[in-house]
């Protein structure tokens, strides 16, 4: 069917263009066609809404508008596709499809391999895009909460590469202000511990035991060196000479770093850059003290009147942008405000050409969202819709029941490498993204290990596998689909039929998860196309006497096997020949 509507997008596209023709010049752009399952199968394999929604534009009543496009499409494109169509409801059209539709789709899937949908978005709609993501302080492990945030994000670079984006992955580092002073300085305090020097880690500080092991790691790099400055500045790191709390931050900072970069890389989560904070600080120019994308911030907001001094500090009127309050930049210490540094480092973003800037965040920073679409709108050319702001909620571990704590060594931090140990990579990143961002994860860590049907990656994964496993036997029997372009005019069981329209909405399916930020909705229709499988595989019999059936079933079978491994490495996870 060279002419004829291949996959869904293709039979939306066909019926469009009749609407067109139907609605009069005047009703204008006609209201896109989305052609869905009924929810009874006695109503045909599609539906649209179509003729109700365009029944106003067009002056006609529905069911009169819906019997004319049905009818004009199938004396047209939709002929060599669709047996019948019929008016149900109030104006809802039904489409009954062809076998020789169905078949087509698999061969098309065949063709394509994993790379089916690839390129789906429309090219003037495709867009370069930065998408900052996890971005913790250097001064602590990854916890499972920004495994979450990993999951999610990567999920979400890898959705919009797929529909054809030009995606940069960005993690921003906060490696300038008072907090990495902090760090130095616990780091210092144990330091000192292991040298046997009596000096506390300071209140404000950072607690947790893992500074133990890179105070390890830098005494074996030579941090004994310092025996006597530590002494001298005992109890109180403070008392610390400056540069050696600078050494003390950098060496620090790139060892969290590296372990940063070897856990994402353990969890699949790719970096494409590394973006320092305290780079924003460097480079030409100079405006009220600050050199660098700050300086050049800073003059913006200046000729824009938005900066105003108050108590000896500098504020920005984020107010004139719909923000509660104005919003310091510079404190009355002279020292910049994170809030500045975010600032220049969106202009940065803009200044290397993003057409589009996502920045996923955690659950607690929900308060900080107003004032940062405030500022970004603040800044030439005042375009708020290129900046997305997405808020992360939170992970529950839980294990025979109860909350998981699953590293008593670090205290109360559940750490990603904690997690992978526990239920693996797979399992991990496919629960991870089980559920809409926005709403509180419980993962259920005795289910993660499970290998039943009960198990949402086991069941997915193993869908993929008795396909692997069915190819395997077929090929030792002789059995071959045969090319991927050539399959039998074979009538289709009910079961064969259903498990093709499932693999048929795929492309809608990663373009709907892109479009919405949901990669929770393409978890769920790996699910449930891995039930459509099963139900297809108990009903049906793949290798039988019938040679063109066997034919037809093996290209399903292969059709099946891409789609759910396409659609896994979508979500980082692996698709297993064998379980």
Not at 93 to 117: K, M
């Amino acid at each position: 069917m060279p002419d004829a509507p291949c996959d869904l997008s293709e039979l939306e596209a066909s019926l469009q263009a009749v609407l067109r023709e139907v609605l009069p010049a005047a009703a204008g752009e006609p209201p896109a066609v989305e052609l869905t399952p009924p929810a009874r199968p006695e109503h045909g394999d599609l539906t649209t809404n179509v003729a109700m929604v365009a029944a106003k534009a067009a002056g006609r009543p529905p069911r009169e508008l819906a019997g004319e496009l049905g009818r004009r499409w199938l004396a047209g494109a939709g002929g060599a596709v669709c047996a019948r169509h019929e008016v149900a409801g109030p104006g809802f059209l039904n489409l009954f499809l062809r076998d020789e539709w169905y078949r087509a789709v698999v061969e098309r899937i065949r063709a394509a391999g994993r790379d089916y949908g690839r390129g789906c978005l429309a090219p003037a709609r495709r867009e370069k895009v930065n998408v900052e993501f996890v971005s913790v302080n250097p001064t602590g492990p990854l916890h499972v909460g920004h495994a979450r945030y990993a999951a999610y994000g990567d999920s979400l670079c890898r959705l919009f590469e797929f529909i054809g984006h030009d995606v940069t992955r960005e993690f921003y580092v906060n490696d300038y202000g008072t907090q990495m002073l902090r760090f130095a300085e616990s780091l210092a305090a144990r330091v000192a511990q292991r040298l046997g020097i009596a000096m506390p880690v300071p209140e404000d500080g950072y607690q947790g035991e893992y500074l133990l092991e890179l105070a390890d790691e830098y005494l074996a790099a030579g941090g004994a060196r310092h025996r006597e400055a530590l002494a001298a500045a005992a109890p109180d790191a403070r008392r610390l000479p400056r540069d050696l709390l600078d050494e003390l931050r950098t060496w620090g900072r790139d060892a969290v770093l590296a372990r940063f970069r070897a856990t994402l890389e353990r969890l699949r989560v790719p970096f494409d850059v590394w973006f320092h904070e305290h780079s924003l600080y460097e480079g030409e120019g100079e405006h009220r003290g600050f050199r660098g994308e700050v300086g050049k911030a800073l003059a913006e907001l200046d000729a824009e009147g938005l900066l105003y001094e108050h108590e000896g500090a500098v504020w920005l009127r984020t107010t004139a942008y719909g923000d509660d309050k104005d919003r310091v930049l510079i404190r009355q210490t002279g020292e910049p405000t994170y809030f500045l540094s975010d600032i220049a480092y969106h202009r940065d973003k803009m200044d290397r050409g993003f057409a589009r800037m996502i920045d996923i965040w955690g659950a607690d920073h929900h308060g900080y969202v107003p004032r940062m679409k405030a500022a970004f709108t603040a800044l030439p050319p005042h375009d708020p819709d290129r900046l997305e702001l997405i808020i992360g909620q939170l992970v529950n571990l839980y294990e025979s029941g109860e909350a998981k704590r699953m590293s008593k060594r670090r205290g109360d931090i559940v750490t990603i490498d904690d997690l992978v140990d526990a239920i693996g990579v797979d399992a991990a990143r496919f629960l991870l993204v089980g559920r809409s961002h926005d709403t509180t994860l419980d993962l259920d860590v005795d289910l993660a290990v499970q290998q039943n049907d009960q198990n949402p990656v086991y069941y997915v994964q193993y869908a993929h596998a008795r396909i692997c496993s069915i190819l395997r036997h077929a090929a030792e029997a002789g059995a071959t689909a045969g090319t991927a372009t050539a399959l039998p005019a074979v009538a289709l069981d009910p079961r064969e039929r259903a498990l093709v329209m499932h693999l048929a909405r795929f492309p809608q399916t990663v373009l709907a998860a892109a479009a919405q930020r949901a990669p929770h909705r393409l978890h769920a229709y790996l699910t449930d196309l891995a039930a459509s499988f099963h139900h297809f595989y108990r009903h049906c019999r793949v290798l039988g006497d019938d040679p063109d059936l066997t034919r037809f079933r093996l290209g399903l079978c292969e059709a099946s096997r891409d789609i759910l491994a396409g659609g896994l490495g979508l979500l980082g996870v692996s698709a297993p020949e064998s379980m």
